[in-house]
């Protein structure tokens, strides 16, 4: 059995995505450039909160200076948190709005200019149902896209920032942490590209069940499909 091929890449889905949302605002684009930045300060910051207490008392310091010194860093680290969290929410009404509002209703109007005669062609079908099925979630699709690339630039900046703290420590343990990430992402690459190759074959299968259950409502032949 012959793989299928997959005619668009990652890469190209990504500049086909964030070049649409660009163009739509591209405040999002910043704005999601900004919550990369306090997520990768405030993991830090979380880190580094332990070893600042243990060390000031270790030295002893006075408990006036104890005091200020730990209302700074709260302060400093509830900033952060309020940030990100600020950040996150305002980002994911964003792109709820790019994918719901422009991207989904660019698939509508190219729906509405087909021709009726190409509107019911199989592959047309599978197509038009991979386009809404793209649109239509948070999680995956496009919208997923946005989500894991934030998340994914989070981890590559955490993953240098602290593997330049290990390395101080013992450059084994930095061998080890880009080991199982390689091996993490050559797992998930393969069941991304397992899922790719069936999409075709899952967006048949939807078209059918929606079929099925559109024509389960009609009078005339629900009776007989229920049955």
Sequence with gaps: MEKKKIQY??????????????????????????????QVLNRLALVLLPAAIIQMLDMHVEIEV???????????????????????????????QFRAGYMIRRVVYKVLSI??????????????????????SNGAGLEGIIHKTANLLVAVFSLGIFSLMVAKVNIL??????????????VYRLASNYELQHSEEKAGYRVNKEYFNHIAYQVNTGKDIRL
Excluded at 70 to 92: C, H
Excluded at 115 to 136: H, S
């Design 66 to 96: 104890l005091a200020r010194n730990l209302l700074i860093i709260f302060l400093v680290v509830g900033f952060l948190s309020a940030g990100t969290s600020y950040l996150m929410g305002r980002n994911r009404y964003q792109y709820i």
């Design 173 to 186: 343990l930095v061998v080890l942490l880009v080991v199982v990430s390689l091996i993490q992402i050559g």
């Design 115 to 136: 021709d009726y005669v190409q509107y019911e062609d199989t592959k047309i079908q599978k197509l038009m149902n991979n386009a809404l099925n793209a649109g239509g």
């Design 9 to 38: 890449s990652i890469w190209s889905n990504w500049k086909f995505i964030y070049g649409n949302l660009f163009r739509y605002d591209k405040k999002v684009v910043f704005f999601q450039a900004m919550e990369v930045i306090l």
